[in-house]
């Protein structure tokens, strides 16, 4: 089953990104520590890891408040 990242934007809404699949859950992972900084400096504030149509998680790009 293939692994996509899904992006929304500070509306919740789902905004544009890059179409890559992964052969595994660790590999889209390790991805997306990669390309975070770039996704959130386009307008993502958050992303859900899925396989097929079932979300695994999901997680905010937005620095943490201190």
């Given amino acids: 089953m293939p692994w996509s990242w899904r992006y929304e934007g500070t509306d919740g809404r789902a905004v ?3 179409a890559e699949q ?3 859950q660790a590999d889209a992972e390790s991805w ?5 900084r770039e996704l ?3 307008g993502v504030t958050s992303v859900a890891l899925a396989e ?3 979300v695994e998680y999901k ?3 937005l ?4």
């Fill in 16 to 18: 544009a990104g890059p």
């Fill in 22 to 24: 992964f052969g595994s």
């Fill in 32 to 36: 997306i520590g990669q390309i975070w």
């Fill in 40 to 42: 959130a400096a386009a």
């Fill in 52 to 54: 097929d149509d079932r």
């Fill in 59 to 61: 997680m905010s790009l």
């Fill in 63 to 66: 620095p943490s408040a201190e």
